[in-house]
């Protein structure tokens, strides 16, 4: 303990028992081993803390390559997909589509109106040719 040997402890113990007497001695011993105790706790306890701390460091350490990760991939996305040159490509195709095209031909309209004409209702309407046989005689039957 401390470094120290038996005869060591000793001559501590004799100069103990000589100096506080047999009186004080034993409440002495059970301070000293409260003392100890207690310091003993204090070390486990910033032991345990210390650790902590590694361990949060760890996880800091990780947590910043995964940063350094995701943001090499949004180079890489970005490189390869320029969202503002699409934004650009989109806005000046929208521009062409809004400015009529430079030419001396009048444009047709891709739709044309329907317009309806009024039949005369003497007028019989003809229908197909295509009902078979076998239909026509089912009719004559009923």
Do not use: C, W
């Not at 390559?65 to 996305?77: D, F, G, H, N, R």
């Not at 317009?115 to 005369?120: A, C, L, R």
């Not at 209702?121 to 009719?139: A, C, D, G, L």
């Amino acid at each position: 303990m401390f470094g120290m040997g038996f005869s060591e402890l000793l001559v501590i113990a004799v100069i103990a028992i000589l100096f506080l007497g047999p009186d004080k001695l034993p409440s002495t011993m059970v301070e000293i081993a409260k003392f100890f105790r207690s310091m003993k706790q204090t070390v486990n306890s910033v032991k345990e803390s210390i650790n902590e701390e590694i361990h949060i460091e760890d996880i800091k350490k990780e947590a910043l390559e995964y940063k350094q990760k995701l943001l090499e991939a949004e180079t890489k996305v970005n490189s390869t997909f320029n969202p503002h040159a699409l934004n650009d490509e989109i806005n000046a195709l929208l521009e062409e589509e809004d400015t009529p095209p430079a030419s001396d031909k009048p444009l047709k309209p891709a739709y044309e109106e329907p317009t309806f004409t009024k039949k005369d209702s003497t007028q019989e309407v003809e229908k197909p040719q295509t009902q078979s046989k076998n239909e026509e005689e089912e009719k004559k039957d009923v």
